[in-house]
T-cell receptor, first 115, second 113 residues
Framework: EAQVTQNPRYLITVTGKKLTVTCSQN?????MSWYRQDPGLGLRQIYY???????DKGDVPEGYKVSRKEKRNFPLILESPSPNQTSLYFCASSSNGGLTYNEQFFGPGTRLTVL | AQTVTQSQPEMSVQEAETVTLSCTYDTSESDYYLFWYKQPPSRQMILVIRQEAYKQQNATENRFSVNFQKAAKSFSLKISDSQLGDAAMYFC??????????FGAGTILRVKS
């Protein structure tokens, strides 16, 4: 089954304790992206990757890191989480679009609470 | 930069009735895509309908249709014969060159039986 998986699905942590949210896709997609969802703001892009070893900032990258060492995986790293990073996080993947449309497949979401 | 605005934080509809969710957007591109996503309580993001900007014909998917007004930069979603399972958060989104989606703030749709 074609899917995007995220782990963990729920996480409660404390300020300053490094954490990683994993994202994996089995569709051989080049493009992967992280979004955060906050009430009244919708989803906003944090980072994206066009292919292995190619990553770039989205609209809200502060406080986050990513890596893309393998095509299927795109982990989101919070080196020193703060309460304002409490949010719902989504990973998404698609083939590289360019000027053509390629549907984005979303993971199930990760609910993160930073105390 | 792309922007997407949903001015209705919450809407209600009676079961079997029709409801329209509003969305406006801004872009400097001539080629782009517009989407409506549904997010039920499970939080899964589900693509409801897609519109390509260069196509004048409004997209339809069963009970879901859009009213795409390119000059006005308006992209509303009409849900006909509303069902209890339509209750969810609905997000309007746009995509220009590449794969970046820009979302609106969302509209919570409540369906009354």
């Amino acid at each position: 089954e074609a899917q995007v998986t995220q782990n963990p699905r729920y996480l409660i942590t404390v300020t300053g304790k490094k954490l990683t949210v994993t994202c994996s896709q089995n569709m051989n997609h080049e493009y992967m992206s992280w979004y955060r969802q906050d009430p009244g703001l919708g989803l906003r892009q944090i980072y994206y990757s066009m292919n292995v070893e190619v990553t770039d900032k989205g609209d809200v990258p502060e406080g986050y890191k990513v890596s893309r060492k393998e095509k299927r995986n795109f982990p989101l790293i919070l080196e020193s989480p703060s309460p304002n990073q409490t949010s719902l996080y989504f990973c998404a993947s698609s083939s590289n679009g360019g000027l053509t449309y390629n549907e984005q497949f979303f993971g199930p979401g990760t609910r993160l609470t930073v105390l | 930069a792309q922007t997407v605005t949903q001015s209705q934080p919450e809407m209600s509809v009676q079961e079997a009735e029709t409801v329209t969710l509003s969305c406006t957007y801004d872009t400097s591109e001539s080629d782009y895509y517009l989407f409506w996503y549904k997010q039920p309580p499970s939080r899964q993001m589900i693509l409801v309908i897609r519109q390509e900007a260069y196509k004048q014909q409004n997209a339809t998917e069963n009970r879901f249709s859009v009213n795409f007004q390119k000059a006005a930069k308006s992209f509303s979603l009409k849900i006909s014969d509303s069902q209890l399972g339509d209750a969810a958060m609905y997000f309007c989104a746009s995509m220009e060159y590449g794969n970046k989606l820009v979302f609106g703030a969302g509209t919570i749709l409540r369906v009354k039986s």
